[in-house]
């Protein structure tokens, strides 16, 4: 079993930034590639961004490509988003997930999820 807690969600202006964080417990973390999903009203959960265990790959949604960083800190168990330059569009709930298997930008490989955290950003 694992638990994950998203933090630092907020509000946040067009072109600034927020760096999320998604803390693990339960089974090793330094084992799991860890995702970033989000979901906005009306609309399906989508990728936007894995690493591998290490950390050494990372992936990102064409949408995200250059301004958001994933990265993780197995010592602490605890694996992050950095979002600059932030777009309206960006607007939604943020959920950290573990995943189990399959392919690593595909939700269905993941099956431990947070309980999210809002990003809003106004124009």
């Known amino acids: 079993q694992v638990q994950l807690v998203e933090s630092g969600g907020g509000l946040v202006q067009a072109g600034g930034s927020l760096r999320l964080s998604c803390a693990a417990s339960?089974?090793?973390?330094?084992?799991?590639?860890m995702g970033w999903f989000r979901q906005a009203p009306g609309k399906e959960r989508e990728f936007v961004a894995a690493?591998?265990?290490?950390?050494?790959?990372?992936y990102y949604a064409d949408s995200v490509k250059g301004r958001f960083t994933i990265s993780r800190d197995n010592s602490k168990n605890t694996v992050y988003l950095q979002m600059n330059s932030l777009k309206p569009e960006d607007t939604a709930v943020y959920y950290c997930?573990?995943?189990?298997?399959?392919?690593?930008?595909?939700?269905?490989?993941?099956?431990?999820w947070g309980q999210g955290t809002q990003v809003t950003v106004s124009k």
């Open positions: 997930a573990a995943r189990s298997g399959g392919a690593i930008i595909s939700r269905e490989s993941y099956n431990y």
């Open positions: 690493s591998t265990q290490s950390g050494t790959v990372k």
């Open positions: 339960g089974r090793t973390f330094s084992s799991s590639a």
